[in-house]
């Protein structure tokens, strides 16, 4: 009968095991795409000048959408449209009017 349950313990113990880490690796994953649009900001917006007029302001998502455009029509080749809507989204939600 012990040996039974040892064997039990020896199947199940490994699956709760293996079942654990999912919720992990999905915040990872999360805080990883957070830290790659951090640099991406750093990269894409401190290539002609500081960040610190951005820093100095609070944005509205449009407000942070027109200026993002308005800087990558300096440059098109620079930031894509994608980067664009990615880095918009950032600095509205790290620098939040209100
Ligand atoms: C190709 C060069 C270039 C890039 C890349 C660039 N900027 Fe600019 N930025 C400028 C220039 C030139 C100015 C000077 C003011 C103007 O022309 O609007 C400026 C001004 C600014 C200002 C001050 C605007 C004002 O009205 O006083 C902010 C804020 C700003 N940029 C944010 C950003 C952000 C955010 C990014 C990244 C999405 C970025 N910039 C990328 C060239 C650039």
Not at 16 to 27: D, G, H, I, S, V
Request: charged share 25%; aromatic share 6%; glycine share 2%.
């Amino acid at each position: 009968m012990r040996a039974h349950l040892s064997i039990l313990f020896v199947l199940i113990l490994p699956a709760a095991l293996a079942a654990e880490p999912a919720p992990e690796a999905t915040n990872a994953s999360d805080e990883k795409a957070a830290v790659d649009v951090a640099q991406l900001y750093e990269t894409k917006c401190a290539k002609c000048h500081e960040l610190t007029p951005v820093a100095e302001r609070t944005y509205t998502p449009d407000e942070a959408t027109n200026l993002v455009n308005e800087m990558q029509a300096k440059d098109t080749q620079w930031i894509s449209d994608e980067e664009a809507t990615q880095i918009a989204t950032y600095i509205a939600e790290k620098y939040p009017k209100g």
